[in-house]
Every structure is written in structure tokens, then in C-alpha cells.
């Protein structure tokens, strides 16, 4: 079973969309699906997925009301279960440590029964996201091409990469030592450089380091770019590629580009997901192209001592506010204006589009105007 947690640093860049069309793309190609939502305290992937809010989900098991069993339930859609996030249960959204290592336990029985675990998470670097996105090196980041939403996209990653090493240097060993002194000093962090900090924690504590640039040769993590209106945007996940590569030493693979796309709202009223209301559209099939790639792609896995049960409960948290200097610096463009600037790409691509159905509709109006004078005129009327 391939674990695919799909997480972003920034809300609203559509990464439940991607995982609901993702998981039934997957599901018609013949593949075993199940699709969580963990977006805990803003459960909305039901409305996605056009599911009816189910009574039974995360916080009817986590609260003990429910087995595991019974809040996987059977969607519309082929090969795809679903597990439902109960939002209305208060505080939901802080897991606490023995709940959300039951939640592991559980997604690892499910390895024989699935093809697919896809795990809608929340927006955020909170504690509970981090440790479900290392559930595998294969997680995706779904942002969308504004500054904000890539400058958090590279700050959720930066964040993944020091609470692999805090689960990786056990407490009071040399590195991990090293680590909670480098918390207490805000301007160190502010320019942290993680191929400069790797050197100087190879000479605090070599094996344990050694262990952390293994395992991080095996986390591959993927971007998708959703929301793009131009190709020039699609420029932007390479600037995230090299920002990781340079200054995270993360190799960050590429999955694709989603356009923007008014098909979307439109799905989304009629309580379907886009892929089913309609599949020929551009965003349908960028995410057609996206499963594509998955189902192409090799399984992974951390190494068998990786066990995020057994996680510290440290965070290396690095506040969105605190935006370091090396990726701030070269993220720091503004959006391109269309033509004077009176218009963004999308409006005018949208203002495109709604003038071509106007025109084609005028042109259908005009074709039967005409049948009927001719029809007028066969019978003898005068036109």
C-alpha cells in the first residue's frame, strides 16, 4: 500500500480538491482506494467527494464510539472507501499523542485491503500534520503560484525537515543537544542553512547524522502547482525545486501543473467532484496526468527503525512570520499584470472564454434565424 499524505503550507490552494479527484482517478484505473480526511477542525472533503456528511468518522473511533472498522464506508465512486473527519467533535484538532498513534496503527492494518492511502491533511506545520506527512517519503505538497502560498510551501517543508531530525537524534545525544541550543537563538534561525547544519552536527554526533542523510535520501516528497493561470507560473515550482535542493538539501519531485479552471465551482455546486461533472475538462485531466505518474511510481519507504509512534514530541516549529532570509530573498517578486494591469490572467482568461460562448451562442441564433427565413420563404412569404 502506497501512503500519500497531501498537505500545504497555506489553506485554500485546493489540496482536498486534488485529493478527492486523485483518489477516484486512481479508483478507475483499478486500484484500491482509501481517502481520509484529516483535516481535522475543518473537515470539508465530503463536499468534494459530493459524500453525505457521514455520522461516523475520525472522532466517533478516536472518541470511542466507533471501530475503526465502521467509518470506512463505501462511496459512489469505484474502488473508493472513504473515512469521514467529524469536525463538529471539540478538540479534534489537537490530537493527543496515545489518539494519534491508534490513527497510525490503524492506516497499517489497512495494507493488505489497499492500493492507495491518501490522506487529506490540514494546512499548517502543526505537530500531528508533520508526523502524518512522514508516514511516507511520498507525501505530496499541493500551493499555488502567489508568493505566500510558495513561501509557505517551502516553510512546511523546512519544517518536515527538522522533525525528521528530531525523530531520527534520540533526547540528550550530542545532535540532539545541539538542535534544542539552536531554538534558543532566533537570529541563528532566521539564517538556517540545512547543508551548513548537517556539517557542524557531523562533527557533534557522526552516526546519528549519518542516519539523518540516509534517511533523508530517501524521503522524495512531490510538488503539485495548483491554480496556475499562465504558463510563465509553472516557472515558480522550479524556483521551490532549487530553493529545496539548495538550501533543505531536499530533492523535490515534480508531479504537474493544475490550471485554473471554472469547471471547478461548477462541480463543486453540483456536489461533484470535477472529474466526474466533467472529464474532459483541463483540470480533470491534469489530475488523469497526475495519477498517471503514481501509478508509475515506484512504492517507498523509510527505513524499518522509523517509527512515528515512537516520535518526540519536540518541534523544531518555525513560525511563517519568522520568513528566512534565504528563501524570502529570492521569492521576493511581484504577481506579472496582464496588459495595463486592470485585469489578472485568470480574469482575463475568464472574460476570454465567457466572450467565445457569447459569440458562439449569437452565431447559433443566427444559423436558426436564417433556417427559418429560408423555411418562411419556401412557403411564399415575403422576407
Not at 459512489?76 to 473515512?83: A, P, T, W
Request: charged letters at 25%.
Amino acid at each position: 500500500m502506497q501512503i500519500i499524505p497531501v498537505a500545504s503550507g497555506k489553506g485554500g490552494v485546493g489540496k482536498s480538491l486534488l485529493s478527492a479527484n486523485l483518489a477516484i482517478a486512481l479508483g478507475q484505473s483499478g486500484k484500491r482506494v482509501l481517502l481520509v480526511d484529516l483535516d481535522l477542525g475543518a473537515s470539508n472533503l465530503h463536499l468534494v467527494l459530493g459524500h453525505p456528511n457521514a455520522k461516523e468518522g475520525i472522532g466517533t473511533f478516536l472518541t470511542g464510539q466507533s471501530k475503526f472498522e465502521d467509518i470506512i464506508h463505501q462511496t459512489d465512486y469505484m474502488n473508493v472507501s472513504f473515512i469521514a473527519g467529524d469536525a463538529e467533535i471539540p478538540g479534534l484538532t489537537s490530537l493527543k499523542v496515545s489518539q494519534k498513534n491508534e490513527l497510525i496503527k490503524s492506516f497499517g492494518r489497512m495494507e493488505d485491503r489497499f492500493d492507495y492511502l491518501i490522506l487529506d491533511l490540514g494546512a499548517g506545520t502543526h505537530l500531528t500534520i508533520l508526523d502524518m506527512f512522514l508516514l511516507s517519503p511520498q507525501g505530496i505538497i499541493v500551493t499555488a503560484p502567489t508568493v505566500t502560498a510558495t513561501l509557505n510551501g517551502y516553510l512546511f517543508l523546512k519544517n518536515v525537515v527538522f522533525r525528521m531530525m528530531y525523530n531520527t537524534f534520540k533526547k540528550g545525544s550530542p545532535a540532539y543537544n545541539y538542535l534544542e541550543t539552536l531554538k534558543k537563538d532566533s537570529a541563528s534561525l532566521q539564517r538556517l542553512y540545512i547543508p551548513k547544519l548537517i556539517e557542524t552536527l557531523e562533527m557533534e554526533d557522526p552516526e546519528a547524522t549519518m542516519l539523518f542523510k540516509r534517511r533523508m535520501k530517501e524521503f522524495h516528497p512531490r510538488l503539485v502547482l495548483n491554480m496556475i493561470d499562465d504558463p510563465k507560473d509553472s516557472e515558480r515550482a522550479q524556483r521551490i525545486r532549487r530553493s529545496c535542493q539548495q538550501y533543505l538539501d531536499l530533492e523535490l519531485e515534480h508531479l504537474g501543473v493544475i490550471y485554473r479552471d471554472t469547471f471547478q465551482d461548477k462541480a463543486l455546486a453540483s456536489r461533484l467532484p470535477v472529474i466526474v461533472y466533467k472529464p474532459q475538462s483541463i483540470i480533470a485531466q491534469a489530475v488523469f496526468r497526475v495519477a498517471e505518474k503514481i501509478i508509475q511510481s515506484e512504492t517507498l519507504k523509510f527505513d524499518d527503525d522509523y517509527d512515528m509512534t515512537q516520535a518526540s514530541e519536540s518541534s523544531f516549529e518555525i513560525a511563517a512570520e519568522e520568513a528566512t532570509d534565504d528563501f524570502g530573498q529570492k521569492m521576493a517578486y511581484i504577481e506579472e499584470l496582464a496588459g495595463t494591469g486592470a485585469l489578472t490572467p485568470g480574469e482575463l482568461a475568464e472574460t476570454l472564454r465567457q466572450q467565445q460562448y457569447e459569440l458562439t451562442a449569437l452565431k447559433n441564433e443566427n444559423n436558426l434565424l436564417k433556417k427559418k427565413l429560408l423555411e418562411a420563404a419556401a412557403q411564399g412569404f415575403k422576407v
